[in-house]
Each structure stands twice: as C-alpha cells, then as structure tokens.
C-alpha cells in the first residue's frame, strides 16, 4: 500500500524566534529551518510501516515555497522513496493546505496519510482534521501506537486523562504524537541517495484549489518579560517578603 506522508518546513526548534519590529510576523531572516518535528515521526512511522513490508511506497508531500523541497530531500534521506511539492509563496493556513493536500491524496489514492499532530511555528493543530472531513477518511488524531492489519488500523491516541483505542477502516489520516517513535538520522549515503529520487512539482492552479488566505494576522508580539527574581538568604527572609512585599500570605 501506498502511504503519503506531509512534511512542512518550519523554523528549527532550537532556534527562539523573533517578532518583526513591525509586529506583522516572524523574523525569518537568516534563521535556520527544518522539517517539523512531528512531521520527522510521520516519515518515520513509514518508513517502519515499510520494513513491516506493510507499505510498499511513501510519498513524501509538502506545501511551500521552493525552499520546502529541502524538507522534502530530508524525508528522502531517512527512507521516502519519492517527493511532490505543491509550489507557492502564498501565505498558507491550514484550509489551504488541507485543501491541496486533498488535491494530492486524490492524485496519488494512498491508503494512509500521516500528518504531524501540530506544526511547531503555527501551532494549528487543524490541518489533519480537515483533510479527514474533506477526504470522508477516518480519522486517527494524536496517534501514539499504530498497528494496521489487512484493511483496518488501531491506533491508541492520549486523550486526556488516558489513551484510547480505536479500530479504524482504510483509508485513513493519522496525525502523530511526540510519544509514537524516536526518528532516526539520515546517512550520509542516503542523504546522497535522495539528491536523485523523483520530486514532482505542482502549483495550486494545476491541482485546481485556490490558496488564498482567509484569515488575517493582525499582530504578533512576544510575551511581556518576566521580572528577575532575587535570591534570599533564609527562610525568615523568604517568609517576610511574601508576607510584606508579595503580600501573597
Ligand atoms: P498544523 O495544522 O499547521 O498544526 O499542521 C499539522 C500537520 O499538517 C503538520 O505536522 C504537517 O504534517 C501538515 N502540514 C501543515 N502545513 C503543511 C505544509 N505547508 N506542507 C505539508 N504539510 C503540512
């Protein structure tokens, strides 16, 4: 079977992002960007579906601009086996990209589809959602345990206060949690591998969506600066200033 698997390009985690001075966005400018965590456990979750002999091709899709092909040639390192990028430098939001995610899932009739649960620059938490309620697939939110077996899947997802179990049917969308695998590290041999595996691109026009934005960021700020805390010498004193200066007890 065959499994599309959504990567996105984000700022790496490592890096602490700055606001534009004029509050419109993230500074983007000379920051290094990787492949969405999550995104990294989506690849590698494949790529053991395949060992299992389970999945016979993964493809790996993003939506971006050129630069997300990047992203693409990494998932090509640890084991996809073919890339597709949706091309544009639109400002995308998780409908749009849902919606050209539908465009390829379409194109391609995978059985499965893993989403990261979360991109860690938007922090949606909506673009696998979507794209089950415009496929009509099931849908696998959070999963931290996969197992498919012949045309269905169950898949433990944390929900709060515990996990659950579901069964589902094929075709299916899952999205992952932190705790579903540990990805591996591309070698350097697969990193040149992947420099010459197929990676199609489309526009949004040629898979007939309109990207355009519906929502409108109006500012974006960093939090308000913690105040330096003070080191004090004794319980007595620690008593005393919550007593007198906090007045919290
Ligand atoms: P979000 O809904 O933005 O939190 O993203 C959840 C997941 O949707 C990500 O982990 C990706 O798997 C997928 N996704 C979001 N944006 C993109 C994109 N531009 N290209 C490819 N996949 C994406």
């Given at each position: 079977m065959k499994i599309l698997v959504a990567v996105k390009r984000v700022v790496d985690y490592n890096v602490k992002v700055r606001p534009k001075?004029?509050?419109?966005?993230?500074?983007?400018?000379?920051?290094?960007?990787?492949?969405?965590?999550?995104?990294?456990?989506?690849?590698?979750?494949?790529?053991?579906?395949?060992?299992?002999?389970?999945?016979?091709?993964?493809?790996?899709?993003?939506?971006?601009?050129?630069?997300?092909?990047?992203?693409?040639?990494?998932?090509?390192?640890?084991g996809a086996d073919r890339g597709i990028l949706v091309e544009t430098s639109e400002e995308l939001?998780?409908?749009?990209?849902?919606?050209?995610?539908?465009?390829?899932?379409?194109?391609?009739?995978?059985?499965?589809?893993?989403?990261?649960?979360?991109?860690?620059?938007g922090d949606n938490n909506q673009t696998g959602q979507m794209l089950?309620?415009?496929?009509?697939?099931?849908?696998?939110?959070?999963?931290?345990?996969?197992?498919?077996?012949?045309?269905?899947?169950?898949?433990?997802?944390?929900?709060?206060?515990?996990?659950?179990?579901?069964?589902?049917?094929?075709?299916?969308i899952l999205t992952t949690d932190l705790r579903l695998n540990e990805p591996r590290y591309a070698s350097l041999p697969n990193i040149m591998k992947a420099k010459k595996k197929q990676l199609d691109t489309f526009t949004p026009a040629e898979l007939g969506v309109d990207a355009a934005p519906r929502v409108k960021t109006i500012k974006v700020e960093p939090p308000a600066e913690r105040k330096a805390g003070i080191k004090v010498a004794t319980v007595?004193?620690?008593?005393?200033k919550l007593k007198n200066e906090a007045k919290v007890i």
């Open positions: 001075s004029d509050g419109s966005g993230v500074d983007l400018a000379n920051v290094k960007m990787a492949i969405n965590p999550f995104c990294e456990i989506a690849v590698e979750e494949a790529i053991r579906l395949k060992e299992k002999g389970i999945a016979t091709e993964i493809v790996a899709v993003s939506v971006g601009d050129k630069s997300s092909q990047e992203q693409i040639r990494t998932a090509l390192a640890l939001q998780p409908l749009a990209i849902a919606k050209l995610l539908k465009a390829v899932v379409d194109k391609e009739q995978p059985q499965i589809v893993i989403l990261g649960k979360q991109s860690i620059d089950a309620a415009l496929t009509g697939y099931a849908q696998g939110t959070f999963a931290s345990q996969i197992t498919v077996e012949g045309d269905s899947a169950s898949v433990i997802r944390e929900v709060d206060g515990g996990l659950q179990t579901l069964t589902l049917k094929l075709p299916l007595a004193d620690l008593v005393e």
